[in-house]
């Protein structure tokens, strides 16, 4: 298969010739203008945007976007947070158009050729979707609202009439407000940081050159190998699922016998039943397995180090003070703001904050001072 054409916008770190003929007056006129011929031709000869929207690009997309919101809901329900899915998205989209293209052809339907700029707009649909499941609060805020949260919690002071119940009236709108104004904010973000001051944006070109890899003929054979690998471990953690549900839990035959408890592989003892009162146990979850290994290790590692500190140290540290004057009164039950649940939200809220403003602060200082010194240089 022939190679697709490559999209300027896939390459925000080369820059325009008009910037090279800025900086340097003494450019040949004729060179910088065969440059710009090219780069028309290369414009020209892409497909339109109606052309880039497919019927099979829309049931391809709906359908694996469907699949990865479920992947996002389960990491946000069990780790609070989900690492970014383009590289994957990108390759289950070239699959599922390749398959669709091939079935379509022996049936003798015709279909608009196969390119990068519908694989593109695929794996956009997908990352748009994961977007929508994470934004939207499907896993956290809208359920911290409905009245089956309130019924669970009864914690006193809470007013029932107060609850907001995540209705499709409710959130279809909310829904779209979330994605009408993140399209508004991308389109202006996109044309001042990316196309006038040419700012790096790696995980956007590592996507487009992942996609225009797949359509040359060494490419196409990477992605059948990936794709290989990619079927092998779904099959195992598939199955390991369905033998850690027969050995978790209610299932397990030592829980189930009377005065016996262990966990089971949901929630095993690794470091003793002490330890395991306060969590430390290991579920051999194989998501949250592969969840480590997308992270990069700075996450990981920091993770692991707020675990330690956390469930080692503070918390049981907090809980033996129970009772004592100036913390919380002994009793209050774990799962109670007045208790030890309090000190562990605002104690993270108050890291989670400080550290928020801080990359706010330093995002918005360093940008004005590349911008300024792009400006200094034309």
Request: net charge positive; hydrophobic share 45%; aromatic share 14%.
């Given at each position: 298969m022939s190679e697709g054409p490559r999209d300027p916008a896939l390459e925000p770190l080369?820059?325009?010739?008009?910037?090279?003929?800025?900086?340097?007056?003494?450019?040949?006129?004729?060179?910088?203008?065969?440059?710009?011929?090219?780069?028309?031709?290369?414009?020209?000869?892409?497909?339109?945007?109606?052309?880039?929207?497919?019927?099979?690009?829309?049931?391809?997309?709906?359908?694996?976007?469907?699949?990865?919101?479920?992947?996002?809901?389960?990491?946000?329900?069990?780790?609070?947070?989900?690492?970014?899915?383009?590289?994957?998205?990108?390759?289950?989209?070239?699959?599922?158009?390749?398959a669709s293209s091939a079935f379509t052809t022996k049936l003798g339907i015709k279909q608009p050729v196969l390119g990068a700029q519908e694989n593109t707009v695929v794996q956009t649909f997908i990352i748009a979707c994961c977007n929508i499941a994470f934004s939207g609060g499907f896993s956290l805020q809208l359920n911290a609202l409905s009245y089956s949260t309130y019924k669970i919690l009864d914690m006193p002071g809470d007013n029932p009439k107060a609850t907001f119940e995540p209705t499709m009236s409710k959130t279809?709108?909310?829904?779209?407000?979330?994605?009408?104004?993140?399209?508004?904010?991308?389109?202006?973000?996109?044309?001042?940081?990316?196309?006038?001051?040419?700012?790096?944006?790696?995980?956007?070109?590592?996507?487009?050159?992942?996609?225009?890899?797949?359509?040359?003929?060494?490419?196409?054979?990477?992605?059948?190998?990936?794709?290989?690998?990619?079927?092998?471990?779904?099959?195992?953690?598939?199955?390991?699922?369905?033998?850690?549900?027969?050995?978790?839990?209610?299932?397990?035959?030592?829980?189930?016998?009377?005065?016996?408890?262990?966990?089971?592989?949901?929630?095993?003892?690794?470091?003793?039943?002490?330890?395991?009162?306060?969590?430390?146990?290991?579920?051999?979850?194989?998501?949250?397995?592969?969840t480590g290994m997308i992270c990069s290790h700075a996450v990981d590692w920091s993770m692991m180090l707020g675990a330690i500190i956390s469930w080692g140290v503070l918390w049981p540290y907090i809980d033996g003070k129970a009772g004592e004057e100036g913390w919380y009164p002994a009793g209050t039950p774990q799962s109670s703001m007045s208790g030890l649940y309090g000190y562990k939200i605002f104690i993270t809220l108050a890291i989670f904050m400080s550290d928020g403003l801080y990359n706010i602060v330093k995002v918005l200082l360093l940008s004005g001072l590349h911008m300024r010194a792009k400006q200094a240089e034309i």
């Open positions: 080369s820059p325009r010739p008009s910037t090279i003929a800025s900086k340097h007056p003494d450019v040949d006129h004729h060179e910088k203008g065969t440059a710009d011929d090219e780069i028309t031709a290369i414009i020209e000869s892409l497909p339109t945007w109606k052309d880039q929207l497919t019927v099979r690009g829309a049931l391809i997309g709906a359908g694996l976007g469907a699949v990865f919101c479920i992947v996002v809901h389960k990491l946000m329900l069990t780790a609070g947070l989900f690492p970014t899915f383009n590289t994957a998205a990108g390759l289950l989209s070239f699959v599922f158009l390749k279809i709108p909310l829904l779209i407000c979330i994605s009408v104004i993140g399209v508004f904010t991308v389109v202006f973000l996109r044309k001042l940081f990316i196309i006038d001051y040419q700012l790096p944006y790696p995980s956007g070109a590592a996507t487009g050159v992942l996609i225009n890899g797949f359509y040359t003929p060494s490419g196409e054979d990477v992605a059948k190998r990936q794709i290989r690998v990619l079927g092998k471990w779904f099959s195992v953690s598939f199955l390991w699922g369905f033998f850690k549900w027969f050995f978790g839990g209610k299932h397990c035959p030592i829980c189930s016998t009377p005065g016996s408890s262990c966990g089971g592989f949901s929630s095993f003892p690794t470091f003793g039943l002490t330890a395991y009162k306060w969590s430390w146990n290991f579920d051999f979850q194989i998501n949250l397995i592969g």
